[in-house]
């Protein structure tokens, strides 16, 4: 049975009983949201990330989903990329669009992928120019606290060291806070060089995910989300405060399995 609740102002947590659960569940909130977002703004701009979530979004290339959800309405985005060829096994471009975007009727022109034949900081600023275009035309909505982009839907997964997006633990750009978008060179976790949303665009969003499974992120699950002394002030999840949006922690069991005294009703 699923625990379902909030805690410590980190965000909704929804822990899911075993996979299918949280598969399922994923698949819910996503289809609801990006149903929400048509009817109220005629498009869903959605940022994903890599990793083992682009798996977990499986079943929504599965009945109903594949046949309810309004895809041609969807702008895609990356939340982080590696900088390597698209068609490299490391790409998370290749990886949602094996997994995903092969498998709906999402129109290609919606697909805003990074340029992978320049270097880290010039795919860096030419995504950040084409968000930039999709603002003024309001494909992406705006911010009205801060001049960031403000995506319906931002979805991330988070490393067993708390990292998410490609903002690692301690590294200089989680102080990164004039670009929408920035890149860097020396990822503790391969490949090397990587582009990234900054905090403060994932903090715009109206609706962040982080979806987390697995035993050997349990300890980081507990660091970002309980009140632990010290604190941790430079663990990128628990860097993740939308200000005015949504957030949601998609856990199962194992993840959620240093967690402090929950007391959800199930
Ligand atoms: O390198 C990355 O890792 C994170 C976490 O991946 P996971 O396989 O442990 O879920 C991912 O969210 C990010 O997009 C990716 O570039």
Redesign the pocket.
Known sequence: MALSGVKNNRGELRILENLDELRTDLADYIAELSEAAVKERGVFAIA??????IGLMGKLCEAPYNKTVDWAKWYIF?????VVAKNHSDS?YKLAKDGILSKVPIVPSHVHSINDSVSAEEAADEYMFVIRQLVKTRMVSVSDISDCPKFDLIL?????DG????LFPSHAVLDETDEWVTFITD?P?PPPE?ITFTLPVINSASNVAI???GES?AEAVHLAIDNVEPNCPSLPARLVQPTKGKLVWFLDKPAASKLDDLQFSE
């Open positions: 994903l990330s890599g990793g083992s979530l990356w939340a982080d990329e590696r998370n991330l997964g988070m490393g067993p990292h998410i997006a490609s990822s976790k990587r979806v987390v499974t992120k």
